[in-house]
């Protein structure tokens, strides 16, 4: 008698739900969802700012003044002290005139600035404090990145280590008058090499195979902002 009745309950529940087994959107009608209806106490926009974001129109302006910030990623670092933090510095501020020069090959951008540490909160780190540093300086857009790479030594007998490299780059673009995000990307390459004779230890050689993955993704990132600065440029024509 339990298993009849268990057969009919489970027949009610599947003549009641869709195809898959979930209740259709269209039964029990009702009027269109078109806003939370859920509290949440955390949020920092209001229900009716972000209707009007999702249902508004925006334009970055065509003449860019660019900020742009290093934001901490996982690279490693203990590799990097056995290098030198003379070494590492140098290598960071590479990265960041990579990005400046892929910039610079806009004609959109007419000034680039680095957003120094002096004016960015650490403690947390958050676009509304990235957003006012750059707001301070006077930029139309700012730019944050995040590098995180790791790498990996296979050792091979009588022969130079195999050194390979994994590199990972995030970066966005925030409008500073209206705080939106218009573009993101995030960006993975890998690099291999062996060791080569003039380099004097396996350590100098993890420096330069790590580095390489990171401008490999720099370059890619490159080509992407670029093509978006050209295509948001047709779409105000």
């Known amino acids: 008698m ?85 070494a590492y510095l140098r290598t960071q501020q590479a990265f960041l005139d990579s990005f400046t020069a892929k910039f610079k090959q806009s004609p959109r951008v007419v000034k680039m600035m680095a957003i120094p540490d002096l004016l960015v909160s650490k403690s947390p780190q958050s676009l509304t404090s990235i957003r006012e540093s750059a707001v301070r300086m006077q930029a139309d857009i700012v730019v944050a990145y995040v590098i995180n790479s ?30 939106l995000v218009p573009f993101s990307t995030i960006v993975t390459r890998d690099f291999l090499a062996a060791k080569k004779k003039e380099e004097l230890d396996v350590t100098e050689a993890r420096n330069r195979v790590q580095t390489e993955a990171v ?23």
């Open 2 to 86: 339990k298993n009849i009745l268990a057969i009919l309950i489970l027949a009610i529940c599947m003549s009641s739900c869709g195809p898959s087994g979930y209740l259709s959107r269209e039964e029990g009608g009702g009027p269109p969802i078109t806003e939370s209806l859920f509290a949440d106490k955390s949020s920092t926009i209001s229900e009716e700012n972000i209707q009007k974001i999702l249902d508004g129109t925006y334009r970055m302006p065509q003449q860019l003044r660019v900020a742009i910030l290093k934001l901490e990623g996982t690279q490693r670092r203990y590799y990097w002290y056995s290098w030198g933090d003379e």
């Open 150 to 179: 790791d790498i990996y030594t296979k050792y091979r007998s009588f022969k130079s280590p195999n050194i390979k490299a994994y590199a990972t780059t995030q970066l966005i673009i925030m409008d500073v008058r209206t705080g």
């Open 215 to 237: 401008l490999l993704t720099i370059n890619e990132i490159g080509k992407q902002v670029n093509d978006y600065l050209k295509m948001d440029a047709t779409a105000k024509q």
